[in-house]
């Protein structure tokens, strides 16, 4: 059964912490993509990874850091240094990176930071 | 970056009536993509608009990109409960590696 799987689906943490957000696909597909949702706001991009081993800062980068180790797999820091880390956070991948080409959503991680 | 205005914000129609969301880019585009993300969901691919002034149809859904390819509409056709959600337009410009969603627009539906 192929698909993004992000694990888990609710994620609490103290303020001051930081926190991993995983990011699965079995999509065989090059490009992954974070991106945030904030309630009744639009999709923002956070990181993007062309191929394994690299990724690019999107449009709110700033507190947030990626690794992109292996293709299956693009974790999502959310770290200390981000001021309002509660949101929706939504990975995504695609064939390519190309604006062509479609992308496939995962179900989302909701994080709360207390 | 790119400026993406979607509009309405939200709207709420009685389960029958038409809906139609426009999205307007600043900039002329090399495509369009749709996305409907259901309440408490996850963004879902809909349909890609390419050529200047295409119009593609799914079933009571119709898409149209602009003849300038800077704006694009969604409409829906006598709408039903399985309509409700947030609908996102998706631009790209040429050669951009990037697509910018925009802002949404939330459909309830009275029944």
């Known amino acids: ?50 191929i394994v081993n690299d990724f690019q800062k999107g449009d709110i980068a700033e507190g947030y850091s990626v690794s992109r180790e292996k293709k299956e797999s693009f974790p999502l820091t959310v770290t200390s240094a981000q001021k309002n880390p509660t949101a929706f956070y939504l990975c995504a991948s695609s064939m390519r990176a190309t604006g062509t080409d479609t992308q496939y959503f995962g179900p989302g991680t909701r994080l709360t930071v207390l | 970056g790119q400026q993406v205005m979607q509009i309405p914000q939200y709207q709420h129609v009685q389960e029958g009536e038409d809906f139609t969301t426009y999205c307007n880019s600043s900039t002329t585009l090399s495509n369009i993509q749709w996305y409907k993300q259901r309440p408490g ?21 119709t898409f149209q990109f602009g ?22 337009c998706a631009l790209s410009n040429f050669g951009n590696e990037k697509l ?12």
Request: proline content about 4%; some cysteine; hydrophobic content about 30%.
């Open chain 1, 1 to 50: 059964d192929g698909g993004i799987t992000q694990s888990p689906k609710y994620l609490f943490r103290k303020e001051g912490q930081n926190v991993t957000l995983s990011c699965e696909q079995n999509l065989n597909h090059d490009a992954m993509y974070w991106y945030r949702q904030d309630p009744g706001q639009g999709l923002r991009l956070i990181y993007y990874s062309q």
């Open chain 2, 41 to 61: 969901g996850h963004p879902v691919f809909l349909i890609q608009l390419v050529k200047s002034g295409e119009v593609k149809k799914q079933k009571r859904l």
């Open chain 2, 67 to 88: 003849e300038a390819k800077k704006n694009s509409s969604l409409h829906i056709t006598a709408t039903q409960t399985t309509d409700v959600g947030t609908y996102f």
């Open chain 2, 100 to 111: 910018t969603f925009g802002t949404g627009t939330r459909l309830t539906i009275i029944p």
